[in-house]
């Protein structure tokens, strides 16, 4: 079954600590992960793509086919970065469908 | 380039009622999705259209949800009769060629 799982509902960490937002896939063929991140009274947006690998606003992930994750990682989390991130899935090329993980909430603190 | 546009915003509703939501896509976008998010959940796909034709309504709850998309280029999402888990918000999002999606704003629904 495809399958994204996000462990942690919310994250919460001071301004300038290390954040690492944790995504695990379950997919038996290649798959293509995405981020995608909602502010407050935003629109969803993508983040970032496993295929681009980019640094967008500080964040990294990196696609591990071993243990089947794509975490999201920035090493000095900033006010501005409290949003909910989703990690998503896309299962198929020839569909564009995306399989959407259930979202963490990242709370920066000052 | 203007976004994605959908409408209403918020629509409160009776269970077993009929409710329509509009979405209008990015200009020159042959792919468009619905989909539902439940509070507390990511979103789920409920149907995808290429153009006007439909690609996947896997999900799609075929006895009460229907979906059109006249002319390849704005839908139409409706749900007759709505029961009280329909509660959600209702995302629309359109890709050139099943790319990078971009949302709209969502319609929040509320069955009671």
């Known amino acids: 079954a495809q399958r994204v799982t996000q462990p942690e509902k919310l994250l919460s960490v001071f301004k300038g600590a290390p954040v690492e937002l944790k995504c695990n896939y379950s997919y038996s063929g290649s798959p293509e992960l995405f981020w995608y991140v909602q502010y407050s009274r935003q629109r969803l947006q993508l983040l970032l793509r496993h295929i681009s690998r980019e640094s967008i606003k500080g964040f990294t992930a990196d696609l591990n086919k071993g243990e089947t994750s794509f975490h999201l990682k920035k090493p000095f989390a900033q006010e501005e970065d409290s949003a909910m991130y989703y990690c998503?899935?896309?299962?198929?090329?020839?569909?564009?469908?995306?399989?959407f993980g259930q979202g963490t909430t990242l709370q920066v603190k000052p | 380039e203007a976004g994605v546009a959908q409408s209403p915003r918020y629509k409160i509703i009776e269970k077993r009622q009929s409710v329509a939501f509009w979405c209008n896509p990015i200009?020159?976008?042959?792919?468009l999705y619905w989909y539902q998010q439940i509070l507390g959940q990511g979103p789920k796909l409920l149907i995808q259209?290429?153009?006007?034709?439909?690609?996947?309504d896997s999900q799609l709850p075929k006895d009460r949800f229907s979906a059109e998309r006249l002319k390849g280029v704005d839908s139409t999402l409706k749900i007759q009769p709505a029961k009280l888990e329909d509660s959600a918000v209702y995302l629309c999002?359109?890709?050139?060629?099943?790319?990078?999606?971009?949302f709209g704003p969502g319609t929040r629904l509320t069955v009671l």
């Open positions: 259209f290429q153009n006007n034709g439909v690609v996947d």
């Open positions: 998503a899935l896309r299962a198929s090329s020839n569909t564009g469908k995306l399989i």
């Open positions: 999002a359109s890709s050139p060629q099943r790319n990078e999606q971009f």
């Open positions: 200009s020159g976008h042959a792919t």
